[in-house]
């Protein structure tokens, strides 16, 4: 494989490890734990887990904790290849050409894995424009990886909490048809499952939407973190990589 000089104007990018995402998930969490507390302290948490007779809120914080673990791990993933991709930019600035020993060399990560696929585009297809669209969506993909979960998750807790509403409602509204206003022993207990029904229907779709909208802020940090990786891969293939394969005939 030819040697590619790469363009000496500009200045590299730096290599410092940025963990901006996972700090972002960090201060939101530490943030929601902390409400978390207080709402345990004052006895609400526990409130609503006795008023839930469905058990669907206890369901619905499980799920939630779960998808905030996955998107701690994802958060964690994006961040490495954040890092790979910044020591592979630098690299590529700072280094004389792009030949095979040089691109083994590079740090591990799906940029450089998208650069080493660039190559040996280049060089299979002996010269002429370099079209990196096909290579750029697999890379989108590889770096988008099981994102989508958080969508399913935010979608599931608030379709979790509807269904608490029409289940609480159900509950309530039972009572009713075999009602008899002169028998105040039933009357009574007829008030009690329409209390415990609304408070079904309440405490589920208060958990489902607040669970939802935690959910969705985390997982769009997540992705904002993703589209700056793969941003940061293309401008650095189109300015850096791409011309200078080009230029160089690679064959």
Known sequence: MTAIALSPDGPPPSPRADRA???????????????????????????????????????????YIGASLHCLWRTVVISREADAGRRAASQVFNGPNLADERLERLPPGLVSDHIRDLALKARTQGGGRLDQT??????ADKLRGSNGFGAFASDTVMKLGLLGTIIGFIIMLAPIAGLDASDRALMKSSMGLMSDGMAVAMYTTLAGLVGSILLKFQYYMLDAATAKVFSGAVALTETRVVPELERAGVG
Not at 35 to 54: C, E, I
Not at 134 to 139: E, I
Request: include cysteine.
């Open 21 to 63: 995402p996972l700090l972002y998930w960090l201060i939101f969490t530490g943030v929601t734990i902390f409400a978390a507390t207080l709402l345990w302290r004052y006895g609400l948490f526990r409130l609503m887990f006795q008023s839930d007779r469905t058990y669907l809120c206890a369901a619905i914080v499980v799920l």
């Open 134 to 139: 096909l290579l750029l969506r697999s890379l």
